[in-house]
């Protein structure tokens, strides 16, 4: 059943002198629990569509919808955020950047040290909650990162390249911790990503944008087969360099 619905999406940016049309006629559905990844060649409108529906601003023309409720500043809490940055404060401790959306929401502290105990816990990191994030490498700050986004409870992940920043192998270890915590989750996900493989690996499907204005162009299906194994898997499994081949011919034709 679809849950998030971007019905006839256009943006465009206007500055005194003149407009620039980057969204044009973006119509998609997204399923309750489903992975899904934004690609398309730089400067296709992956990240403004990723504020749209995150509802930092609104579409030129169109609406989202959650759940079957259109996207306003009140439903904002619905929406997490994984950026390439951690943004973790650096005078806070582990345990304190964690609950930080809880305690910006004013929900019951009491339950906080115990949602960050177990989030840490379930991101491989469970006695770093009294550390200081400089006391971390860069994919256990990730992690932490990834705690503190499912603290709130949001019903949708943005992930936009959360891994881009990372030393191959933290990424591959990351991207197969984010799959597994959000199934076990069943979070609704979109990843914004430049990497073919990465879209492949984590997502049920994969969206390619063309660019000038950005729009909709193609939407590949991952084979069932693909979308059983942990994205490290999917690498290493026969099917994969096809997929990766027919997504990359896709991407090449639009120059
Ligand atoms: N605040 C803004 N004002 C004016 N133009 C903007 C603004 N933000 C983005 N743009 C323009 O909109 C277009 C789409 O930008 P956006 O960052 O959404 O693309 P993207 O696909 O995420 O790019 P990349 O893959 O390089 O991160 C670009 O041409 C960009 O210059």
Known sequence: MEFLKLDHIHHSYFSSTQAKEVLRDINLDIREGEFVSFIGPSGCGK????????GLFPATEGKVFIDGEI??????ALIGYMLQQDYLFPWKTIEDNVTIG????????????VTANALLHEIGLPHVGSYYPRELSGGMRQRVALARTLAVNPKILLLDEPFSALDYQSKLKLEDLVVETLKAYQKTAILVTHDIGEAIA??????????????????????????QLSPFDVRQHPAYSDVFQTIWKELESLG
């Not at 809880?102 to 040290?113: A, G, P, S, Y």
């Open 47 to 54: 990240t403004t569509l990723l504020s749209i529906i995150a």
């Open 71 to 76: 996207i306003a500043p009140h439903n904002q």
């Open 102 to 113: 809880l305690k910006i929401m004013q929900r019951d502290n009491k339950t906080h040290k």
């Open 202 to 227: 984590m997502s049920e499907r994969v969206f390619l944008f063309s660019a000038n204005p950005g729009m909709l162009h193609k939407v590949f299906e991952i084979p069932s087969e693909l979308q």
